[in-house]
């Protein structure tokens, strides 16, 4: 999924910490680089978690948008890893607890 020709060497060789600090301040080639960097961390925790192809890619979409749309709101955190991986769980939840519910409940919501 990640096309490295995309990828921005300046931006690359960054530390997490300077490379959220751009993306907190706007900076869309740091953004870039961010989405390609963990758009396939993301795909793969988010399919681990859900068995629907469709709910696991609305996941990974709301997760790389609210990085974007919240960025001034101090919403992105270093380590990105377990950041990304606890942001995932969060937006899973709704999704697992629903599946949770015996079968007639969900089919008569």
Known sequence: MK???LQLPDVADLPEEVLVSLVKAGETKAYKYFFWEYCDYINLLTHSLLPSEEDARLVMQQIMQEVWTKRKKSYLRTPLK????????????????DKKKPLLTRLFK
């Open 3 to 5: 096309d490295r020709s």
């Open 82 to 97: 377990p950041f990304l991986y606890q942001e995932v769980y969060r937006k899973c939840r709704p999704y697992l607890s």
